[in-house]
T-cell receptor, first 116, second 116 residues
Framework: AQTVTQSQPEMSVQEAETVTLSCTYD???????LFWYKQPPSRQMILVIR??????QNATENRFSVNFQKAAKSFSLKISDSQLGDAAMYFC?????????????FGKGTKLTVNP | DVKVTQSSRYLVKRTGEKVFLECVQD?????MFWYRQDPGLGLRLIYF???????EKGDIPEGYSVSREKKERFSLILESASTNQTSMYLC???????????????FGDGTRLSIL
């Protein structure tokens, strides 16, 4: 069964510093996508970044980047120059096909605190 | 922009009541999902639907049912609410094509349901 594991329930970082959130997953597929979602205190889930497994290059979106290690099935999120607005729950997710449709399997989340 | 609207942000009900949570999306998406979110457990899929009148069980369907009479609306039903169903409920939608886009699922703001 496909699973997604986030081993850090909580993390904290000083404003302007860098933090890395870890995620590992289990799949037998060779071509797939991985996602990081952010859920601020306002609660709406927002897609932060996605990675396509067949691409060697790590995805980058402004201050957010991933370290994708396909062989190790690791998909960590790096946030550079952390800002107060980055404080949120972060979820790693993997799409799984079931019943003719796709669903997302989420990790348990990491709560990120940004200290001023 | 895609809009997923959940009818209530906060809801308080009593044990044994029949509870309806409503979700409407405005983008003609085929797929709609209901998750519950609990601290330390992340998002867990309750039910999803890939077409009108079609539904698939997710990971934790017990105690819940769903209804999809119209494409834009997906209702979650608690037949006889119990205190262990106190949680945050999130609705989401997407299309099959869009699963591999930059916004794989669009989420509503969530409904925080308390069962007393």
């Amino acid at each position: 069964a496909q699973t997604v594991t986030q081993s850090q329930p909580e993390m904290s970082v000083q404003e302007a510093e860098t933090v890395t959130l870890s995620c590992t997953y289990d799949t037998s597929e060779s071509d797939y996508y991985l996602f990081w979602y952010k859920q601020p205190p306002s609660r709406q889930m927002i897609l932060v970044i996605r990675q396509e497994a067949y691409k060697q290059q790590n995805a980058t979106e402004n201050r957010f980047s991933v370290n994708f290690q396909k062989a190790a099935k690791s998909f960590s999120l790096k946030i550079s120059d952390s800002q107060l607005g980055d404080a949120a729950m972060y979820f790693c997710a993997y799409p799984l096909t079931q019943g003719g449709s796709e669903k997302l399997v989420f990790g348990k989340g990491t709560k990120l605190t940004v200290n001023p | 922009d895609v809009k997923v609207t959940q009818s209530s942000r906060y809801l308080v009900k009593r044990t044994g009541e029949k509870v309806f949570l409503e979700c409407v999306q405005d983008m003609d998406h085929e797929n709609m999902f209901w998750y519950r979110q609990d601290p330390g457990l992340g998002l867990r899929l309750i039910y999803f639907s890939y077409d009108v009148k079609m539904k698939e069980k997710g990971d934790i369907p017990e105690g819940y049912s769903v209804s999809r009479e119209k494409k834009e609306r997906f209702s979650l039903i608690l037949e006889s609410a119990s205190t262990n169903q106190t949680s945050m409920y999130l609705c989401a939608s997407n299309t099959l094509v869009e699963l591999y886009s930059n916004q794989p699922q669009h989420f509503g703001d969530g409904t925080r349901l308390s069962i007393l």
